[in-house]
Every structure is written in structure tokens, then in C-alpha cells.
């Protein structure tokens, strides 16, 4: 039976716990916060996100995750010799 990897982004809020269970690949969507830029999950986590929307002045807008971000992840799944399942956002 062939290797298969799920790949997905950061907006199918899968919890950590399952992420770590079934060894799930997550590229990080972008959080642009006036001159801040962060990555979901990365530089910032749900929590920080959540207290940071309740305060702030400026509301943040978001981008895909970078076409960089997946070539990583799909070209490292790929050399170990896995089938890549890629569940994302289409808009």
C-alpha cells in the first residue's frame, strides 16, 4: 500500500493534537497586521490572535500561504517517497 500525506493550510484549525497524531503537514496562512506580518500557527498562535482582535484599532487581513511554503512541504513528502493528499482553502 502506498504512503499517503495529508497537506493542508492553517485555516482548518485542526487541533495540535491531531496535527502531531497523524503527522499532518500545515502551511501557515499570513496574518498582515498593519506593518506586522505573521504566520498562523507560527508567530502567532490562536490565543495571542483572539486578545489582539479585541484591542486593536486596525483589523487584520490575511493572504494564502506562499507558494514556497508548499513547494517545501510537497517537494520534502515527495522525496520520501509519499502519494500527497492537499485539502486547502480555493479562495
Do not use: C
Amino acid at each position: 500500500m502506498p504512503k499517503v500525506a495529508l497537506v493542508t493550510d492553517s485555516t482548518s484549525y485542526i487541533p495540535p493534537e491531531y496535527i502531531r497524531q497523524y503527522d499532518i503537514s500545515v502551511a501557515p496562512q499570513i496574518l498582515i497586521w498593519g506593518e506586522e506580518t505573521f504566520q498562523d500557527g507560527v508567530d502567532i498562535q490562536p490565543d495571542e490572535f483572539y486578545t489582539r482582535l479585541k484591542t486593536a484599532r486596525i483589523m487584520p487581513s490575511t493572504s494564502q500561504a506562499t507558494p514556497g511554503t508548499f513547494h517545501k512541504i510537497f517537494s520534502n513528502l515527495l522525496e520520501q517517497d509519499y502519494q500527497v493528499l492537499a485539502i486547502l482553502i480555493s479562495e
